[in-house]
């Protein structure tokens, strides 16, 4: 199997990539809170997760992931309190149109994507467990996790803790005993929203929700976990200080995350007018796979600055690619033999972006590698026509690297008898038959297809 370089957030460097078990790879991904409609920013690391998902399948890899969507939180409460609904009318809405949106930017989907409300039981045992096991407490009905029983804490992003947890604070302003301590679960009080369990009448905290979905559908020690940059700390430290004071195993192996998203060089704000959904993108009439392409080719962990004339150019990108697929599908009917340089041409490319994609998902050099592949097959094409095996060669080759960029559309294909009426046409054509050549093109034109003649092979479109 390819060897794989992956910078691991927890040694702060790249590391070669072994999964626990052969050929399969268990990844957990932090996803939506689903108070409102997800923006560029959020798609930036789903796009980034989607590469990864994509590129392990590509390497081979049998990837169970799982992504979790946040249904209950401080936003999504206060959203439902808004609007007069239950807690699951109000997220509905919103999960439906992320998994919309996922569609969209042709995101693959996970293989599961447990929602916070329909795991409470679990998250109580977790709970129960680190009770049990000295790591957290109660206080006012609520309960924390005692970051100084867990001497591991800071590990993933690298803080010192030890001045900060000796430092008391005022008790009257913290209602826990180190004013880091974090909540597990949340005492309910005037909120409509609650569950009563072994552990008290509440609602869990957002870090526990991720501890206790992960280790059910991936088990106790898993291989990766992403999220963005900001999940780090506290989100990410906490996950593990939750996990691994619970089973006393490592709880992840490799943490991959991905970096911010600007927008004309600032921080995406509403009030600063640079903020945008997904949606709002469409509305303005950019193209998804443009989006999508212009998320995916900066490195993962450099931040984007977005700028609509970026997404031009990505847009661009997208179609000058598109538009050379087109014309070499229109070649798979041509007649000749296969040229060895394309056959060399496409195993560099390939060993290009395999290579690239396994140095950290370094997409910019995976793509410019496609690119010096195109560059040199139009040079062929300008100086001959290339052969139908050599174009079917050429597809079955962007067609593999798309199962990871998935930025080309396919194109359709004509049902057997009106091929066979092209070759007929073309052999009609090279025998000087220019009366019997007519005449199939007028049959085809009848049924809607219309032939134009290029130096890439006879092209069609629907009529
Ligand atoms: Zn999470």
């Known amino acids: 199997m390819t060897r794989i370089l992956f910078f691991n957030t927890l040694s702060r460097q790249k590391e070669e990539f072994r999964p626990i078990e052969d050929g399969v790879v268990k990844m957990y991904t932090c996803g939506p809170t689903v108070y409102d409609y997800a923006h560029i920013g959020n798609f930036r690391a789903y796009v980034f997760e989607d590469i990864l998902h994509r590129f392990l399948e590509y390497a081979g890899y049998r990837v169970t992931r799982v992504m979790n969507i946040t249904d209950i939180d401080d936003k999504t409460i206060a959203g439902a309190i808004r609007e007069g609904v239950s807690l699951n009318q109000y997220t509905e809405k919103y999960i439906k149109a992320f998994f919309e949106d996922m569609d969209c930017l042709k995101l693959k989907k996970a293989t599961y994507f447990p929602r916070a409300t329909q795991h409470i039981s679990e998250m109580v045992s977790l709970i129960k467990t680190l009770i049990e096991k000295g790591h957290a407490y109660e206080k006012n009905g609520s309960i924390y996790f005692k970051i100084s029983s867990f001497p591991g804490y800071g590990k993933l ?26 909540a597990l679960w949340k005492a309910t009080k005037d909120e409509p929203f609650f569950w009563d369990t072994e552990i008290g009448r509440g609602r869990p905290g957002w870090h526990i929700e991720c501890s206790a979905m992960s280790m059910k559908y991936l088990g106790e020690t898993f291989d990766i976990h992403t999220g963005g940059v900001d999940n780090i700390f506290p989100h990410h430290e906490n996950e593990i200080a939750q996990s691994e004071a619970a089973t006393g195993k490592k709880f992840v192996n490799y943490w991959l995350h991905c970096a911010h998203l600007l927008v004309d060089g600032e921080k995406m704000s509403k009030s600063k007018g640079n903020f945008y959904t997904l949606r709002d993108l469409l509305k303005k009439g950019y193209h998804p796979s443009g989006i999508r392409y212009l998320l995916m080719t900066t490195h993962y962990r450099d931040p984007l600055n977005f700028t ?108 057997d008898e009106f091929v066979n009426l092209i070759k007929k046409r073309e052999q009609a054509r090279r025998e000087k038959n220019f009366a019997l050549a007519d005449r199939i093109r007028s049959t085809l034109a009848e049924s809607g297809i219309i032939l134009e003649d290029t130096p890439y092979g006879t092209r069609w479109i629907r009529k």
């Open 308 to 415: 609509e004339q970026s997404l031009k150019q990505a847009e661009n990108t997208v179609k000058h690619i598109q538009a050379f697929y087109q014309r070499i599908s229109f070649a798979l009917n041509n007649e000749g033999n296969s040229n060895q340089v394309i056959e060399k041409y496409i195993n560099e490319a390939s060993e290009g972006f395999v290579g690239a994609l396994s140095d950290d998902l370094n997409m910019s050099l995976a793509m410019s590698e496609v690119f010096k592949f195109m560059h040199s097959v139009n040079e062929i094409c300008e100086r001959t026509k290339i052969s139908g095996s050599d174009a079917k060669r050429i597809i079955g080759f962007l067609e593999k690297i798309n199962e990871v960029i998935a930025v080309i559309e396919s194109v359709e294909t004509l049902p």
């Open 157 to 182: 992003s690298h803080y010192d803790f030890e001045n900060l947890l000796t430092t008391n604070t005022d008790a009257d302003e913290y209602e826990k005993d180190q004013a880091r301590d974090f």
